[in-house]
């Protein structure tokens, strides 16, 4: 049996639907604490066990483990906002390590070595190169990439000393909702451009900010690479699957190889809605790169993964979870 940790949570509660579509018959455990997550994200799912429990807390979730007889952990719960992360470095640095670092810590004392990391391109920082492979320099520019370095760093060490097998996938921008339109992103605040552009044409927030319209792409707006929610559950999946014959540690990058500009996302926003946004130009972000653009030929010939959703498919099913909301 699997834990997921930080299951009720927007990528985490994905995987869950996505991993119980796939394997009906298997049960699931969920480890979450709500203190960003949703139990609504998990109505309808008979085969789902919840415990309410913080990652941190050693003694609750080594008894968790033993008890649901875990052998494999996919690990999701974490804090995830940047600019928080550099207001506040100790809540994440508590969180996100110590808290993993329990964890680890329990499923050693419950032999249970395998597991599949929610990590993150934050941990390249500035790119030296177009599209970022996983042999990029790893220079996280924020508190929030410095923590999910920090837990592959030590991961790796369970891997050499305690022989565990992990993998680490570190996601670029994770977009989009479930297409039954149960299940989407839901954060307060909210810091994300799809959503934020959704909500513009909803009209629950006024006006679209855009940080920085002079920076040397075609349009002059930031590109990302933005990879559908469900897309990064089925890498997950095929991850989980492949811990039983690896050896050691495995660094795979999750994109689509395809920058969206913040102009384009926010056309295609319109497109979908059928509504205009009406969005004004702020100065950039400190740190904000040009672009953010994954290689992600490894997750290919490693998982046999392709991605399925298309940024139109993104943004029409996160307008389907923004104008159905549930929580």
Known sequence: MILVTGGAGYIGSQFVRYYTRCRPTEKVVVLDNLVEGHLEALDGLSNVHFERADIGDFENVKNIL?????????HFASYCYVGESQENPSKYYQNNVAGSISL????????VGKLVFSSSCATYGVPVQELINEEHPQNPINVYGLTKLLIEKILTGYADTKDWSFTALRYFNAAGADKSGLVGESHDPETHIIPLALKTALGTKEV???????YDTPDGSCIRDYIHVEDLAAAHLL?????????????????????????????????????????????????????????????????????QHDLRSIVETAWNWETKKRY
């Open 66 to 74: 033993s008890k649901h007889r875990i052998d494999a952990v996919v």
């Open 104 to 111: 680890f810590r329990a499923m050693e004392e419950c032999q």
């Open 208 to 214: 679209l900010q855009i940080f920085g319209d002079d």
């Open 239 to 307: 991850a989980l699957d492949k811990l039983p014959t690896q050896k050691g540690g495995q660094f795979i990058n999750l994109g689509t190889a395809y920058g969206a500009s913040v102009k384009e996302i926010v056309d295609v926003c319109e497109q979908v809605s059928g509504k205009k946004i009406s969005h004004t130009f702020s100065p950039r972000r400190k740190g904000d790169p040009a672009r953010l653009i994954a290689d992600a030929s490894k997750a290919a010939s490693y998982l046999g993964w392709k991605p």
